[in-house]
Structures are given as C-alpha cells and as structure tokens.
C-alpha cells in the first residue's frame, strides 16, 4: 500500500481529509476484520429543543466547548473576531439550569490572537478542591506568525476564575520550552492540539503536542493550586521507544478516576514493518533519474490510537498501549484525534476515527483494567469510505449500568452531519443514532456534557451553509516547501447548540442514501472534466479526460507532494511505453497560485506525458478525490478500468495489466 498526502477537505478550518484505497487492501494491512457493530436498540428517547445561535451575540463564532460543574453551572466557550477575521478573542458563558443570571465575558490575550482552530479549540474544566473551593479553567492557543517560520508559533496559555466566570486571572504559559529562541521566550514554540482536565482531587492536568526535540511528541503538566503554578513539563514517551512520535495535527485527550490514575491519549506514529518491496519497470531520463536516487516510495507509517497511564500525577508513564490494531497506514495527518472518558467503577471509555479502508469511520472501545487491555472495537458509524470524524464522549453513571453517549460529525455523509448515538448499559449496546444537526448545512466538531443522573444533556457544534463553505478560500497545503500557513480565521461559522431531557420522543432527522460520501470506484462512469494543458504541443489548450474511443490514464498530484514527484517517473514511463497503442497519461497538477513551479517542474524532469494544471482544486470534487496521489484508468465509454491511491510504484503490474487488456478490448461507442 501506498502513501497519500491529504486534501483538505471543505470542513470547518481546513481540517485534512483521509486516504481511500480499496477494500481489498485490508488483507495486505495485516488488519484485523471489521470489528462488530453493536446490537442497535430501540431509537433513541431523546428530545431535543430547537437549535439556537449561541454565538449570536458575538455575530459570529468557531471552536465550541462546554463544561458542566459539579454543582450544576454551565460553561460554554467560543472564538469570534470581529468581521470573522483573525484577531480571536475567547468568549465565556456561564449560567446554570433554571436561572436567568447569565455571566459572558470576553477575553484577550496581551500576545496575541486566540486560535479558533476547531481540531485545537480552547478548553474548559471546572476544578473543585479540598475545603470546597471551585476554579473555571480555560486553555488556550495563541497564534504568532514569525519570519522565516512556515507554520505560527504557538504559546499555550492558561486563565481561571474563581468567582463562576465573573473576573478572570492574568494568561500564564504553561509550557517549559526555551529552544525555540522565538520573542517572548518560552511563551512560543510548537504546542498545540492540546487536553485540559480537572481531575476528581481538584487537579488541573494539560497535554499536548510539542515540537521542542523535532519530531512531535506528547507533552504534561499539571497543577494543584488551582492553574495558579505549574508543575515542569514531562516528556510522556522517552525519545527511545517505538511510539515516541506522535500524528503531528490529531488532539490529546485525558481522563483521571477517583484513585488518581492519570489516563493519556492520542494517536501515535506507528512504522509499518508489512509492506513488502515491490519491483518496477526500468525507466530512463530526467524523472527516471530522480527515481533511481531515491529509491522505493517512502517509508509507510500506521496512525493508530494508543492510551497510557501514570499513578503520580504525570511524572512517569507507562508504555502506550493501542486501544485496537486498526492498521491504518497514512502517511499524513487527519486532524482527528481521541476520546476519553473515566466512570466512577474507573472503567475507561476510549472513542475514535480511523480512515481504514473498508472500515472508516468512528469506534468504542472499553478497558476494566486501567488501560492495560481493552474490548473488541464496536462500530458506530463506519462504511468503506469517510471523512474526518470527530467524536466526544460523555459518560454518567457507573460500570454495566452507566450511560455513554458518544457525538460526531459524520464523515460518512458528503455534508458532515451531527450524530449521536446512546449506551444505557456501559457502552455494550447503542441506541440507533440520532442526527442533532439540521440537514443542508456543514456541522463539524460537536461537543457535549450530560449530567451524573443521565437526566440533561447539551451538545454544541460549529456550523456553517454549503455557501460559505464552497466559497471559503483553499487552505495551503504545507507539503509544499515554499507555502506558509497564515493565522485561521473565524470566518462566517456560527456555534449552534441543542439541549435535551432524555426520555422523550427522538428528534432524529433521517439521512438519505444518496447523502453517502463515496468516492470513484473502478466500474464507475468517470464525470466529464476538461482540465488546461501547460506543456507540450497542446500548451494552453483544454483538454477532456474522458474523450470517446481514447483510453486514458488521470493522474492528480501536485509538485509539494513528495510520492507525486516520486511516481512522474513510472507515469512517463507508461506513456512511452504504450503511447504508440493510443494511450493518454494526464497528470493534472493542483499546485494553488499561476502555474510557474508546474512548468518548471515538467520542463526539469522532462516529462512527455501531459501535464495539466487545476489551481482551484475541481478534478478533487468531480472525481471525490482526497488525496494525492490518485491515479485512474478510463476507456473510451468514460468508464473507470482501474485506479489506484498513493505512489504508482507499487501498483505497476496491475496499470501494466489494465492498460494492456483496455489497449485491445474494441470500444463500443455509447450513443
């Protein structure tokens, strides 16, 4: 199997989307099957209110989080900025159930911008201590763009209230790190995708992703005054382990039972030992020679969950453990991150997505034995393909007869879709999901919390129209060497939030089968496309992918995608093979911007096939392409042969074969 470098896809802050491959690649994984879909009660008996704007107040607004405290009180967190820009300012709501007093206050911070990053959202927890004291907590990320640094530095930055949101404390930092020698010294590095909670002793614990030592890690603190200090930061896998590195753009989580066990989650660099080497036919010149000097694709990695513990307040840990071999081998970054949740019989309740082919889509889990083994995987919401999904979790009541719920916007769905589905017996059987959201609109990155009874429930969202979404501007993509990422912005997206009494009548909205996101598959009827040429003979003219009686071969790549470059050779090297037979090979680059580097590139590997160049990305959403590289075979009835995802080089037998059996099979022309 072969690496993708993911597109963005058209969700809420430009989270990354997955890789699809086919289904019969499981196999080849060493993956486990399918793991089982829960028996699916009744529906839910949930009513749910309207939905409302909470972020009305502030016109706009991104990145929701709620927290529920002890005695009740509500919180509720989001970014706005003024014209939905990039000057993010973090809004608190604090209220409580049958009581009209509402405190909302806005904060800033003296470095800078708050994110409104919906993968990085700021968090919220509420801290009680011995002797009855009560803190709010916010964490959050501040942005700071820094010449000659392609991403913003980030600082991580805590405040707290003690008097339920009225006034709030000074930002602190609580990060260590001094390597970066950035301005405002170790307020700036890599720190992000981050985890606040407060644990049952009062404890504040914080983790996050940190690029101090190069390659992303896992980072913890904490602290026992409240957030006033914090303790030094702790490198929770040492650099010697096999799972040191981290997904560089997935969020932590943290959970702590009664006893104070610390559980820490997040998705882990795995390498992939299974994929065998494959062999290729020889090219020569320009591309070709660039081939031979690098080698095979490169090396593939697997992003799984993993969860660790520690017994002393995060200064050591133990070795991760993964809460389920998904095997899923990408070689990129989801921005999908876990879920934890502890009950008060100190069961751990972990919830995912994974992009496995043939089995993507959202999972639960279970461990009765602090983390060190955990049930089989149950399905939630999977099919062959999806979408970046991301799922929270609550849970009330203890053991077998504790209730989960688990929400996340649907990446099966083309528009993502709020869902919730309900355990009423510890997560061993789930009530039939329930779509919170409204039909038509993106919603992405719901959060929510219920009470200890399981009486109330509240989930928030950030939600925005097809409209805004089509029209919102494509994010750089950072595998191109020369781009730089720009601060997000808020843009035109509300926080929508619903509350329910549970035991009512659903308020469930059903989904349509034509509302699954599916990607091209072979036997499809590939869609008509034209794309402009930028090299050879054809130079300027537009070109059709699917022309009758031509057999053609559809690349979509782009010039800062290393297995793109890699594989031009192999593409070529097709087209000077069987070019004499009638063969098109068309490369369609979706560098963004005029089509300079395109060119240079073409012209520097000398590459004879031809090249075409999509800067607004329309061959992504005419063949449901999410990733790069993707290659397809189309006859002359426009029907797809054959296709592969990621490098070619792994998949030369079978575009030899393919190409081969459509050169001499007769087309019969559609009329």
């Not at 800033?108 to 990085?120: F, K, M, N, Q, V």
């Not at 104070?260 to 320009?286: C, E, H, K, M, Q």
């Not at 919730?420 to 017996?425: E, M, Q």
């Not at 090299?535 to 022309?547: C, K, M, N, P, Y």
Request: aromatic share 6%; glycine share 10%; charged share 15%.
């Amino acid at each position: 199997m072969s690496s993708l470098t993911p597109f963005p896809a058209p969700r809420l802050l430009w989270i990354a989307a997955t890789t699809f491959v086919a289904t019969a690649a499981m196999a080849a994984c060493g993956g486990d099957a399918v793991p089982h879909d829960t028996t699916t009660v009744a529906a839910s008996t949930i009513a749910f209110d309207s939905a409302h704007t909470l972020s009305a107040v502030t016109q706009v607004g991104a990145a929701p989080i709620l927290a529920l405290a002890p005695d009740g009180r509500h919180a509720t967190a989001w970014v706005s900025a003024p014209d939905g820009g990039t000057d993010g300012r973090l809004h608190v709501l604090v209220a409580r159930d049958g009581d009209t007093t509402q405190v909302l206050r806005e904060l800033t911070d003296p470095l800078g911008p708050i994110e409104p990053h919906g993968e990085a959202p700021p968090k919220l927890a509420w801290s009680t201590r011995a002797g009855g004291s009560s803190t709010l907590g916010a964490l959050y990320v501040v942005g700071k763009l820094v010449p000659g640094r392609r991403f913003p530095a980030s600082a991580l930055r805590f405040v707290r209230s003690d008097d339920g949101g009225a006034t709030w404390s000074s930002p602190v930092t609580v990060t260590d790190d001094t390597t970066k020698g950035l301005a405002n010294g170790a307020d700036f590095g890599s720190h992000n995708f981050h985890a606040l909670h407060a644990a049952p002793d009062g404890t504040f614990y914080v983790a996050w992703l940190d690029g101090r030592a190069g390659k992303s890690a896992v980072y913890m603190t904490h602290s026992i005054d409240g957030g006033a200090t914090w303790a030094a930061n702790v490198r929770v896998v040492p650099m010697t382990s096999t799972l040191t590195e981290a997904c560089p753009c997935c969020r932590t989580a943290i959970a702590a039972d009664a006893d104070g066990t610390v559980y820490l989650s997040w998705r882990a660099v795995i390498a992939d030992t299974s994929a065998p080497a494959s062999s290729a036919a020889p090219a020569t010149g320009g591309a070709a020679d660039a081939h031979a000097a690098h080698g095979a694709a490169s090396p593939q990695t697997i992003r799984d969950i993993v969860v660790a513990r520690s017994t002393d307040h995060g200064a050591t840990w133990s070795e991760p453990v993964r809460v389920h071999a998904d095997n899923w081998i990408f070689d990129g970054c989801p921005h999908a991150g876990p879920s934890l949740a502890v009950d008060p019989s100190k069961r751990l309740h972990v919830a995912w997505w994974t992009g496995k082919p043939g089995a993507a889509g959202v999972f639960y889990t279970q461990s009765s034995d602090r983390g060190a083994t955990f049930a089989a995987a149950t399905s939630l919401g999977v099919a062959e393909a999806s979408q970046p999904a991301h799922v929270q979790l609550a849970v009330a009541g203890t053991g077998a007869s504790s209730t989960v719920f688990a929400t996340w916007d649907d990446g099966t769905k083309r528009v993502p879709q709020v869902t919730l589905r309900v355990s009423r017996n510890g997560g061993t059987t789930f009530d039939s999901a329930t779509v919170v959201s409204a039909p038509g609109r993106s919603a992405t990155f719901p959060v929510l919390t219920v009470d200890q009874a399981a009486t109330a429930l509240t989930i928030a969202w950030a939600e925005q129209t097809l409209e805004t979404v089509a029209a919102a501007a494509p994010r750089p993509n950072m595998k191109d060497p020369n781009a730089s990422m720009p601060l997000p912005r808020v843009g035109n997206t509300q926080v929508m939030v619903r509350r329910a009494k549970l035991g009512g009548v659903p308020a469930a909205q059903a989904a349509t089968v034509d509302d699954a996101f599916r990607p091209l598959q072979t036997g499809d009827q590939a869609p008509s496309y034209g794309v402009r040429l930028v090299s050879g003979a054809q130079r300027g003219d537009s070109l059709q992918i699917v022309e009758p009686g031509r057999v053609t071969l559809l690349n979509v790549w782009a010039t800062w995608c290393t297995s793109c470059r890699e594989e031009m050779a192999d593409l070529d090297a097709l087209f000077a093979r069987y070019r004499a037979q009638g063969l098109r090979v068309v490369a369609v680059s979706v560098d963004q911007g005029d089509p300079g580097k395109v060119v240079r590139f073409t012209e520097k590997e000398k590459l004879a096939m031809s090249i075409g160049h999509d800067p607004q990305g329309i061959v992504q959403r005419t063949y449901s392409v999410v990733g790069v590289p993707e290659t397809y075979l189309i006859d002359g009835n426009g029907r797809v042969l054959w296709k592969t995802a990621g490098n070619i080089h792994g998949a030369l037998d079978g575009a030899r074969t393919a190409i081969e059996q459509a050169l001499v099979k007769p087309v019969a022309l559609a009329r």
